[in-house]
Nanobody, 120 residues
Framework: QVQLVESGGGLVQAGGSLRLSCAAS????????MGWYRQAPGKQRELVAA???????IYADSVKGRFTISRDNAKNTVYLQMNSLKPEDTAVYYC??????????????WGQGTQVTVSS
């Protein structure tokens, strides 16, 4: 079992920044990557960014150059730094524990979600 606890969401104006955190605990040997997803109202959940245990990263085209995923292995924590936020970034953001093998494969280990709202 893997437990994920997110924090850091909130309300911000367009052009602003937020940093999300995801603290992981439990059977972490069973995963080799972590990802951030988001789900806007009426839309499917989509992968925003992922990072492997070795530090390799992937990003959705819509956030490249604006978002940065990072990890602190000593704290078992993954971060999502979001800059130049746009109203279309408004969504509930979820942390996921998963696998990377050419692409990111999510597991059923999800955080509780944190709301990010970007006002225009």
């Amino acid at each position: 079992q893997v437990q994920l606890v997110e924090s850091g969401g909130g309300l911000v104006q367009a052009g602003g920044s937020l940093r999300l955190s995801c603290a992981a605990s439990g059977s972490l040997f069973s995963i080799n990557a972590m990802g951030w997803y988001r789900q806007a109202p009426g839309k499917q959940r989509e992968l925003v960014a992922a990072i492997t245990s070795g530090g390799s990263t992937i990003y959705a085209d819509s956030v490249k150059g604006r978002f940065t995923i990072s990890r602190d292995n000593a704290k078992n924590t993954v971060y999502l730094q979001m800059n130049s936020l746009k109203p279309e970034d408004t969504a509930v953001y979820y942390c996921n524990a998963g696998y990377y093998s050419g692409t990111y494969y999510p597991t059923n280990y999800w955080g509780q979600g944190t709301q990010v709202t970007v006002s225009s």
